[in-house]
């Protein structure tokens, strides 16, 4: 077998790390990205119907308690 790194060798080792570490980094920031967006939107001021049938639409919802 012709390979760059030997089984035994620390190379092999260092690569395995170098890519669990670099998964690591993706999750992390895949995460902080996520939780960055959750707290930029801003849910609570979404256009709804404030009136149940407004407009006419029975297959709309609206929302429980509006905040806006």
Same mark, same amino acid.
């Given at each position: 077998?012709?390979?760059? &790194?030997?089984?035994?060798?620390?190379?092999?080792? &260092?690569?395995?790390?170098? *890519?669990?570490?670099?998964? #690591?980094? &993706?999750?992390? *920031? +895949?995460?902080?990205? #996520? #939780?960055?967006? +959750?707290?930029?939107?801003? +849910?609570?001021?979404?256009?709804?119907?404030?009136?149940? *049938?407004?407009? *006419?639409?029975?297959?709309? &919802?609206?929302?429980?308690?509006?905040?806006?």
């Amino acid at each position: 077998m012709n390979s760059a &790194f030997p089984p035994t060798s620390g190379g092999r080792r &260092f690569l395995i790390a170098l *890519g669990v570490g670099a998964a #690591l980094l &993706f999750f992390i *920031g +895949a995460n902080v990205h #996520l #939780l960055y967006v +959750a707290f930029d939107a801003r +849910a609570e001021c979404v256009e709804h119907i404030k009136v149940a *049938g407004e407009g *006419g639409a029975t297959d709309r &919802f609206r929302a429980a308690r509006s905040s806006c």
